[in-house]
């Protein structure tokens, strides 16, 4: 399947911005974050684990996001006797936040299971690189980049999403940020995308709840390439949301397919971490088991 590109050139650099940052559009579940779990020291729960020999999941989120987002999962899988965690992604840029989960990963022992979604797929394929301790790599609606391609390439791959579009103010409120290089801002998407097109199967009030918490990523990141895929020698699982208006499900499929990962499609939006967290707490169950 060719990765063709869908969006036209544009004479501002805004304009491209908008056409290949469809890749930033990730989303933010609402619920409390208090339950999501983001230290790396020992607990009830990583004794267990350990005495069961089952990896520590480590989950992380995409844009517009923070670790409660994957609140419904980590309950699933803590009853499941795993221990999980789920750290910040900086959402600065790919490099960048891929070398902040690599000096993570560092802090925990034992065998990894390593999750993103969404964008969080750009950064674990970048952190586990060179990691002997993550045994499996799980992408949830997420990017699985081979070298070079970036996020905004691989979303603007095939047609469906809801996003690309010739004037970006219509899809996000761009927001300077101190430090910023020349023309590089923070995106935040605006309302109507979030209910229309982001989290379309989710309640009104958790879309809502998107809308006042979300948090931006760096306009700048989502153009950045990926380096050397660490699937290539890891295991590899996707989760794919045949309804997914942020990275069509064809563009998913033909990564996934490149990175020999085994595939489990659903009737799901972009959020299947939030609106079906059954399905992603069993893939991952799945994976861990394997590993």
């Known amino acids: 399947m060719n990765r063709r590109s869908l969006y036209r050139r544009t004479r501002t650099p805004l304009a491209v911005l908008a056409a290949t940052s469809v890749g930033a559009a990730l989303l933010v579940t609402a619920v409390d974050p208090a339950s999501a779990s983001t230290s790396p020291g020992s607990s009830a729960s990583a004794t267990r684990s350990a005495a069961a020999g089952k990896p520590t999941v480590v989950l992380v989120h995409g844009a517009w996001a923070d670790g409660s987002s994957w609140n419904g999962v980590i309950t699933r899988l803590r009853s499941r006797g ?20 690599a000096d993570y ?11 993103g979604h969404s964008y969080g797929g750009m950064v674990i394929t970048n952190a586990a690189l060179g990691n002997t301790h993550v045994k ?31 004037d970006p103010t219509t899809v996000f409120n761009l927001v300077p940020f101190p430090g910023a290089s020349d023309g590089d801002a923070d995106l935040y998407l ?14 009104a009030e958790q879309q809502n709840r998107i809308i006042a918490t979300q948090r931006p990523l760096a306009a700048s990141a989502v153009n950045q390439p990926s380096g050397d895929p ?10 794919i949301g045949r309804q997914d208006k942020i990275i069509p499900a064809a563009a998913q499929e033909a990564a996934a397919q490149v990175a020999h990962a085994k595939v489990t499609e659903i009737n799901s939006s972009h959020l299947s971490l939030v609106s ?16």
């Open 82 to 101: 795993y221990r999980v965690v789920a750290p910040p992604n900086p959402l600065r840029g790919v490099s960048s936040d891929a070398a902040y989960l």
């Open 230 to 239: 660490a699937w290539k020698t890891i295991p590899s699982w996707a989760l």
């Open 136 to 166: 499996a790599l799980v992408y949830i609606d997420a990017f699985i980049p081979a070298k070079g391609e970036s996020a905004g390439k691989i979303a603007a791959s095939e047609p469906g999403s809801g996003v690309i579009v010739q």
């Open 190 to 203: 605006r309302p109507q995308v979030v209910r229309a097109s982001f989290a379309q199967d989710l309640s």
């Open 276 to 291: 079906h967290p059954g399905a992603v707490a069993r893939l991952i169950t799945t994976a861990a088991r394997a590993s």
């Open 105 to 115: 990963l560092k802090t925990i022992q034992g065998p990894v299971v390593l999750v």
